[in-house]
């Protein structure tokens, strides 16, 4: 049975991963972390779209199925050039459709410096609800910080509250966490913002969107069963003694193995 093949930057994709196991228990996943060219966030278009078909190409000559895009920069910069054989999702498009149904006013966008210039979920969100204001704002420390396990320091939270300032002054009543480290600081995010807000991880949206497409277009054959599920794998390029300590904070110590690889 393939594997479903999941890539990211770094170690925030594996939010991606911990709800698609949620949303499909029986399917088995492919994680590719190339962590040796973390961040994505302040490159350039050209050499994150590059990055992003060469990761692609790898994971489809493993035999994967499919293939999630858990990184907001390369769905919003590199996703319209990347050609695959396999279903390919991305991140950013799933978060938006859900931001234009439940916002009422002003939708705040938390995102890479990258995601924010190129402008993706503000004309995604737009294309559907014209009537919304949209506030995006770079965050360039958050990926850093959530590397780095800081998910809880004072530093974090002073960090946190100079970005969030512009949303809060805008009266925002939903926020994207427009990046898949984000949900990692959600508890802190909330602490700093008054009322009802509504917070929407890209991880949680995108594996539904995945696991409703996969019920369609799966098909008997490559369906996994608990008896047939082959073990999750989780590779990087890069720090693995560091990934594999973020992981299972992340996914709560259900692992399969992790190696070290270089693409």
Known sequence: MNQIGVFDSGVGGLTVVRSLKRKLPNES?????????????????DTITRYTQRNVDFLERLGVKAV???????????????????????????????????????????ATESTVLSGAYERAI???RPDLEVVSQAC???????????????????????????????????????????????????????????FLDSAEVTAAEVARALAVEDSPESRSTPETRLPDRFLVTDAAARFERLAHRILEGDWGTLELIDL
């Open 29 to 45: 996943i492919l994680f590719l972390g190339d962590t040796a060219r973390l961040p994505y966030g302040i490159k350039s278009k």
């Open 68 to 110: 999630v895009i858990a990184c907001n920069t390369a769905s919003a910069l590199a996703l319209p050039g990347i050609s695959s054989t396999v279903p390919l999702w991305g991140v950013v498009e799933p978060g938006a459709v859900r931001a234009a149904a439940v916002s009422k006013r002003c939708v705040g966008v938390l």
């Open 126 to 128: 737009l294309r559907r």
């Open 140 to 198: 360039p420390l958050f990926v850093p910080l959530v590397e780095e396990g800081w998910l809880d320091d004072s530093v974090t939270h002073e960090i946190a509250e100079r970005y969030v300032r512009p949303l809060i002054e805008r009266n925002v009543d939903t926020v994207v966490l427009g990046c898949t480290h984000y949900p990692l600081l959600e508890p802190v995010l909330r602490e700093l913002f008054d009322g009802e807000v509504e």
